[in-house]
């Protein structure tokens, strides 16, 4: 018996190992001479994945969510990871396609290995999309009666019919809670949120029940460490204790203190646990900025020559807020003094009346003039509106050319309007994406009333921004003026028209262009208007170039000829605001050369 066993097992070794040398055999016979690899080699090709049959975004989506990307440009590892991956991605793509609505997707792969690269390819087929059923969304508590809530439910876009959008439904339910925060629903919760899928009908079932419970309300609010009176500082308050709460109100609060340049810190919070009666407290924290402000600075333009500028400002004069500021701005063309008193109005943060005087002296190109000015303004901010109201006394001393100088006083009521309203690129704010500014200022004076001579003048003022594409944008601006006088030449150069410089008509000398006397001196006219088109083109996040043509002048006459020129810049938006240099040829005169403009500030 032992003997038949060792002959047996004898035999069974040998046929066995005869067995693996011919497979080993048709194992190299049938493998390609070039290339091969067993499962437990790894391979010097790089991995790479494609995904066929998606769109955008959804390819992005479904690249994103798989795993085995990871790996893409690297070295394949081991066979056995790479078919474990690639497996796991067919349930990841369709894992990536249900929050687009795509409940009934078809994914399957295959791995293409070539020397150089192993390719893994997914066929995607995403099937239909999974629209809205039924959507049931309820508001309990107050906000059932809130119009703000009625106005948002109106406006959701989980429609019956539509296609399911997971980020729709979460877009939805954030619009929600953040709705209740911002109006003073501060218990606020989803009581029921979910969506039912029915996979084999493409519909999708949502329920939303929110309890929003009841809105507090505005409790006191209190001020610390404030050296400004609580009778200026209630001022700025726009709710009173008992009203509905919003944060909206205190965002807006702390923005007006913020900006009234009282205060170098300004922290508004609601003392949620100290609410009592269903009012929340209020406490604002501020610190005082610094009561005084010095100001230097050296600059350039091409109007005014080198210029140099000295401020000072007291922030507060008393615990009233009344403030002091005064400049005082020498250059080679004019050099000024303006002091300001200011008083905040019945709402401090958007009025104030002021109490002004100024002193220019200005010599430019025979042109000689000093004015003494005072004023009293009335200034108001109405959303994107401004209004100012000014009562001013003037006596203006002048002379043009060799003529002899002249003196001439007027007490000058005058309104002014306002409206601006822009956007910003994301990438850079100190560049005006689209907007315009509109302006209208009328004024005058009468024989009868401290004035020389009557008059009445206006002037208009517009100007748009606009992006035509990621890198072209146009600008457009336009003003025009005009005024009637019993007599014009008592009306000094501060109260005439005059044409020319880098914000009018570039290619002409600053207030260069108007009528002229004997002498050829451009003493000004009754009639104004300059325009400006220009196309500007994004080199570099912060470069530009520019095209632009202006065309205008001053006049006697509105039938008088006007003066053009053309001209190309270049423009760096600058941590303060685009600089701009422009160089410019006056159509109209070709004799003279090219002109020189150099400008900072915003487009608007």
């Known amino acids: 018996m032992y003997l038949f066993e060792r002959k047996f097992m004898s035999v069974v070794g040998r046929s066995f190992a005869l067995f693996l040398l011919a497979f080993s055999g048709l194992a190299l016979i049938a493998a390609p001479s070039a290339y091969a690899q067993s499962s437990w080699q790894t391979s010097d090709a790089k991995l790479a994945v494609v995904i066929e049959g998606l769109a955008e975004p959804y390819s992005t989506n479904a690249y994103n969510y798989l795993t085995v990307a990871a790996l893409v440009e690297e070295t394949v590892p081991s066979v056995i990871r790479v078919r474990y991956l690639a497996q796991q991605g067919e349930q990841e793509i369709k894992t990536a396609l249900q929050p687009y609505g795509f409940y009934n997707s078809d994914v399957t792969h295959k791995i293409i290995e070539t020397e150089d690269t192993w390719t893994v390819k997914y066929q995607v087929n995403p099937g239909p999309v999974t629209t809205y059923n039924q959507v049931d969304i309820t508001l309990l508590g107050g906000a059932q009666y809130d119009a703000d809530f009625d106005k948002l439910l109106r406006n959701h876009k989980l429609q019956k019919g539509r296609p399911l959008r997971h980020q729709d439904y979460e877009a939805l339910k954030g619009a929600l809670r953040n709705l209740a925060a911002e109006r003073g629903y501060y218990d606020a919760k989803f009581t029921a949120q979910h969506i039912d899928v029915l996979r084999d009908q493409q519909l999708a079932n949502v329920t939303l029940m929110f309890d929003s419970a009841e809105r507090y309300l505005f409790g006191d609010t209190i001020f610390c460490c404030a050296f400004i009176s609580n009778k200026l500082l209630n001022r700025f308050l726009d709710h009173q204790s008992g009203e509905p709460f919003s944060t909206r109100k205190l965002l807006d609060l702390q923005v007006d203190l913020a900006s009234s340049d009282y205060f170098s810190h300004v922290e508004v919070s609601p003392l949620w646990d100290q609410t009592n009666n269903n009012q929340v407290p209020i406490d604002v924290r501020l610190e005082p900025n610094k009561r005084n402000r010095y100001q230097f ?32 701005r020498l250059s080679e063309v004019q050099n000024t003094g303006f002091v300001s008193y200011q008083i905040p109005g019945n709402d401090p943060a958007r009025d104030v009346y002021s109490f002004n005087g100024e002193i220019t002296d200005r010599s430019y190109e025979e042109q000689r003039s000093t004015l003494y000015k005072t004023s009293v303004s009335d200034l108001r901010h109405y959303d994107r509106w401004h209004r100012t109201y000014q009562l001013a006394y003037q006596r203006e001393d ?10 001439s006083s007027f007490l000058i009521p005058s309104v002014q309007w ?82 020319g410089g880098d914000h009018s008509v570039r290619g002409y000398a600053y207030q260069q262009l108007g009528p002229t006397n004997d002498e050829g001196v451009v003493v000004g006219g009754r009639y104004m208007t300059a325009s400006s088109v220009e196309l500007d083109y994004a080199i570099k996040s912060n470069w530009r170039i520019a095209l632009f043509t202006d065309i205008g002048n001053s006049m006697m006459d509105w039938n008088e000829r006007l003066k053009q020129s053309a001209g190309f810049g270049v423009r760096w938006i600058s941590p303060i605001g685009p600089v701009r240099l422009d160089l410019a040829m006056a159509l109209d005169e070709p004799s003279n050369p090219w002109r020189l403009h150099l400008t900072i500030g915003p487009d608007l």
């Open 297 to 328: 600075g050296l600059g350039y333009g091409t109007d005014t020559g080198a210029r140099v500028t000295m401020g000072f400002d007291r922030r507060w004069v008393n615990d009233r807020g009344h403030k002091l500021s005064s400049v005082v």
């Open 398 to 407: 002048f002379s043009f050319g060799s003529d002899p100088s002249e003196s």
């Open 418 to 499: 306002s409206l601006i309203e822009s956007s910003s690129l994301e990438a850079n704010r100190n560049i005006t994406d689209d907007g315009y500014r509109l302006s209208i200022m009328l004024q005058g004076g009468h024989d009868s009333a401290l004035s020389e001579t009557t008059f009445a003048s206006v002037k208009l003022s517009a100007k748009w921004v606009h992006r035509l594409s990621d890198q072209w944008r146009i600008l457009v601006r336009s003003e025009v003026g005009a005024l009637r006088a019993d007599n014009f030449e008592e009306l000094g150069p501060t109260l005439r028209f005059f044409a």
